[in-house]
């Protein structure tokens, strides 16, 4: 079992519809969690990170972690033509210090498609 | 642009030759990753600089693998005698470091090598 399970997809869905993405874990020491966006041939791109449960709002974005069932969600609301893009969860322990070393697990990554 | 860059964007190479590639972070960020990604996969983490100190190296980082970052600014990634198997996507990412994890990685746009 991987340490951190994703389903590829791929996802299509119409313009405007609330999309949600979810990654589970199974390593407990994971604090730091993270959204990437990956165009074609691009690099990831950071939407989101949060360290806590609960849920974390930016936009059209909500990163949403529970901790207790090793689970992760991204929702996007509204979305867009524009969001069309593989995402991918990514997370990490904190050190003991505070802070990370960021040596990332990432999932495989979902490919979403908005359609126009 | 102010972000991390990568150069070559693409290198096509014959088994067994050797490649370089370069990496310039964002320039007030003193940690530097490389991450390797294959296609349908996410990224892998392979090593890291904390300036010029090269702090961990992991176990997918072959001896066939060097990577330096001379004066903790740029960084190069060599590898001696391409194999098939190490055609991929490599990622440069670079943060602030430290005790802050409010410093995320952010990724360049990797170098996409297509080993013939």
């Known amino acids: 079992q991987k340490e951190v399970e994703q389903d590829p997809g791929p996802l299509s869905v119409p313009e405007g519809a609330i999309v949600s993405l979810n990654c589970t874990y199974s390593?407990?020491?994971?604090?730091?969690f993270m959204w990437y966006r990956q165009y074609s041939r691009k690099g990831p791109e950071l939407l989101m990170y949060?360290?806590?449960?609960g849920n974390k709002e930016d936009g059209r974005f909500t990163a949403q972690v529970d901790k207790s069932s090793k689970y992760i969600s991204l929702f996007i609301r509204d979305s867009q033509p524009s969001d069309s893009a593989t995402y991918l969860c990514?997370?990490?322990?904190?050190?003991?210090?505070?802070?990370?070393?960021?040596?990332?697990?990432f999932g495989k990554g979902t490919l979403l498609t908005v359609n126009p | 642009d102010t972000g991390v860059s990568q150069n070559p964007r693409h290198k096509i190479t014959k088994r067994g030759q050797n490649v370089t590639f370069r990496c310039d972070p964002i320039s007030e960020h003193n940690r530097l990753y490389w991450y390797r990604q294959t296609l349908g996969q996410g990224p892998e983490f392979l090593t890291y600089f904390q300036n010029e100190a090269q702090l961990e190296k992991s176990r997918l980082l072959s001896d066939r693998f060097s990577a330096e970052r001379p004066k903790g600014s740029f960084s190069t990634l060599e590898i001696q005698r391409t194999e098939q198997g190490d055609s991929a996507m490599y990622l440069c990412?670079?943060?602030?470091?430290?005790?802050?994890?409010?410093?995320?990685?952010?990724f360049g746009n990797g170098t996409r090598l297509t080993v013939t």
């Open positions: 949060t360290y806590s449960s």
């Open positions: 990412a670079s943060t602030l470091g430290g005790n802050s994890y409010n410093s995320p990685l952010h």
């Open positions: 990514a997370m990490t322990p904190l050190l003991n210090s505070g802070g990370s070393n960021y040596k990332l697990t």
């Open positions: 390593n407990s020491a994971f604090q730091y």
